[in-house]
């Protein structure tokens, strides 16, 4: 069993859509937990860190479900311009700063 | 925010030969830098963490003396991958940590091995 898993879609939406993205983790000791924006053929970019209270950034909302090692991404009203790969990311205690991505969930926004 | 820079940007090789990619932080010290390789569809897998004055720890199944690490400086570190092959060519991403620890990307190279 991977260690971040995710569907990888892709997940085709209309524009003005709201869409939500799954994400489970297997490791218990998990500390930090992150979603990256990746484009094609770019590096993934930090979109926002999933706090335990739930946290929203604009038209993003990220919730995180420890008893249920579950975290999710809440995308409304969508844009075209949010067509990319989601990749759910967890940082493990102990770990340093190693990141562990999952293998991502690709979005695809269209007119 | 910080920036990280990787040179080169694409490279295309035959196959034998070596070859090297810089990762840079522009405006902070990493003492720690991470190398991910990321294959069409697939998601970033890490390959080893670099530390500024030691050697770099690799993770299981990455070969140490091909995928060569080295992290001179505060703000550098080298990945050689030695005599490429075909099954090397991927996407390889560096990433910087800062005091904060906080983790900034590199822009990734492209390699190509013909």
């Known amino acids: 069993r991977k260690e971040v898993e995710q569907d990888p879609g892709p997940f085709n939406v209309p524009e003005g859509a709201t869409v939500a993205f799954n994400c489970t983790y297997s490791?218990?000791?998990?500390?930090?937990f992150f979603w990256y924006r990746q484009d094609c053929r770019k590096e993934p970019k930090l979109l926002m860190s999933?706090?335990?209270s739930g946290n929203e950034d604009g038209r993003f909302t990220a919730q995180l479900n420890r008893a249920s090692q579950y975290i999710s991404l809440l995308i409304r009203d969508s844009k075209l311009s949010d067509s990319a790969t989601y990749l759910c990311?967890?940082?493990?205690?102990?770990?340093?700063?190693?990141?562990?991505f999952g293998t991502g969930t690709q979005l695809k926004v269209e007119l | 925010g910080a920036v990280v820079s990787q040179h080169p940007s694409w490279v295309i090789c035959k196959s034998g030969t070596s070859v090297k990619i810089e990762c840079r932080s522009l405006?902070?010290?990493?003492?720690?830098m991470f190398w991910y390789r990321q294959f069409p569809k697939q998601s970033l897998m890490l390959m080893a963490t670099?530390?500024?004055?030691?050697?770099?720890?690799?993770e299981q199944g990455v070969e140490k003396d091909k995928f060569l690490i080295n992290h001179a400086s505060l703000t550098l570190s080298t990945l050689t991958v030695t005599s490429a092959h075909p099954e090397d060519s991927s996407f390889y991403i560096c990433?910087?940590?800062?005091?904060?620890?906080?983790?900034?990307f590199g822009p990734g190279t492209r390699l190509t091995v013909t």
């Open positions: 670099s530390n500024e004055g030691s050697k770099a720890t690799y």
């Open positions: 405006d902070f010290q990493a003492t720690t």
């Open positions: 990433s910087a940590v800062d005091r904060a620890h906080e983790q900034y």
């Open positions: 999933v706090y335990s």
């Open positions: 490791n218990s000791a998990s500390q930090s």
């Open positions: 990311v967890v940082r493990y205690t102990g770990g340093g700063n190693k990141l562990t």
